[in-house]
């Protein structure tokens, strides 16, 4: 009995460190800069894709060695806005934020400290991810989208590949 414990112990152990070190791996594979590449909106309800970003967006995802996020996310044509409700469009075509992140096996989440919308800051942004080489596929968690409410949960399928 003693032996089957100590044995049951030991895959246990065994194990841990296996995920371990597959989350480090991981986590060194995700430390740079990844360059935007698509971003599709689905909606639940009809399976519906839309780029509510346009076909060409633009933006950043960084991660750093010791923990740090930083996303900065653009819809294809921004202009210049010359009115306050050009302006107040805008916000429709950008997502910012940065906080420290944290892997766990094909998802990591991040304590937003700072956002383009003050109503991330403090919360935690869960995202799924797939690496694959230099390529990036993260899949938001289902929400409503302020710039798609009419559509009701929808989430985003981003494509990233590693900045060179």
Not at 25 to 31: I, L, Q, R, S
Request: with cysteine; aromatic share 8%; glycine share 6%.
């Amino acid at each position: 009995m003693l032996m089957i414990r100590i044995s049951q112990t030991a895959a246990v152990i065994a194990l841990t460190a296996i995920i371990a070190c597959a989350q480090n791996d991981a986590a060194k594979k995700m430390v740079g800069t990844w360059k935007l590449v698509s971003h599709v909106t689905e909606v639940q309800a009809t399976g519906e894709k839309m780029l509510l970003m346009g076909k060409s967006p633009a933006g950043y995802a960084i991660f750093t060695s010791d923990g740090r996020a930083m996303f900065v996310l653009t819809g294809e044509g921004r202009k210049p806005a010359k009115t306050v409700d050009e302006r107040a469009d805008l916000f429709n075509t950008v997502v910012a934020y940065s906080g420290t992140y944290k892997l766990e096996n094909d998802k990591w989440t991040t304590k937003v400290e700072v956002a383009w919308d003050p109503e991330w800051v403090g919360t935690e942004q869960t995202r799924f991810f797939k690496l694959e080489g230099d390529r990036l596929e993260v899949t938001t968690t289902w929400r409503i989208r302020p710039a798609a409410v009419e559509k009701g949960l929808t989430r985003a399928v981003l494509t990233f590949e590693r900045s060179k």
